[in-house]
């Protein structure tokens, strides 16, 4: 992936939308830091994250290099390091329910 793309293509994108922007990413890294106000970083239990890649499929090889990436909390390391610990909001979500209150949660954060 060319990262250094990545970026300037989000870059235009945020800056040319009329409103907030939601991005969805395991790779922070790739943010335009400075246009980015929020970051959410969704988190699970191992076991729970474990059974999720199970059901879809991945390899043993990769569900073992996402549980490892859980527990070193990679995701959440390289979010703190790309925008900041004081933009990032870590949440947390094993269930139905935790993803319903995340959803609230994200939509009261864009008002």
Known sequence: MDSAAVKRRLACIITDAPHHVVIETHTPSVLPKKLIS????????????????????????????????????????????????????????DTKEDLILNLKAIQRLLK
């Open 38 to 93: 929020k970051c959410v970083v969704l988190q699970c239990q191992t076991h729970v994250l474990f059974d999720r890649l199970t059901e879809r499929g991945y390899t043993p090889r990769k569900r073992e290099e996402n549980v490892q990436a859980e527990i070193m909390q990679v995701v959440l390391e390289e979010a703190h390091e790309r925008v900041g610990a004081k933009r990032v909001l870590c949440m947390q979500n």
